[in-house]
């Protein structure tokens, strides 16, 4: 059983693994560290507020589908 179970509906993890995009990638992509990614796709913390406009222009990721997420609702 994995240590974390929510990274697999994570929809930032879910992107990355579609597009075959790394973490330090994306975390450049955005201007943030690879932790920084790896703590939003395990759900220890969220992104700031002010960066869910970059990550809806970068992934196409809308604040509706975290929040569908974090409620353990289906994508």
Known sequence: ???????????????????HWSRPRLARALG?????IWSWETGQNLPRTDLFMEIQHTTGITMNQWSNWLHGEQL
């Not at 059983?1 to 597009?19: G, K, V």
């Not at 943030?32 to 920084?36: F, I, L």
């Open 1 to 19: 059983m994995s240590r974390y179970p929510q990274l697999a509906t994570n929809p930032l993890y879910l992107w990355r693994l579609q597009r």
């Open 32 to 36: 943030v560290s690879r932790q920084a």
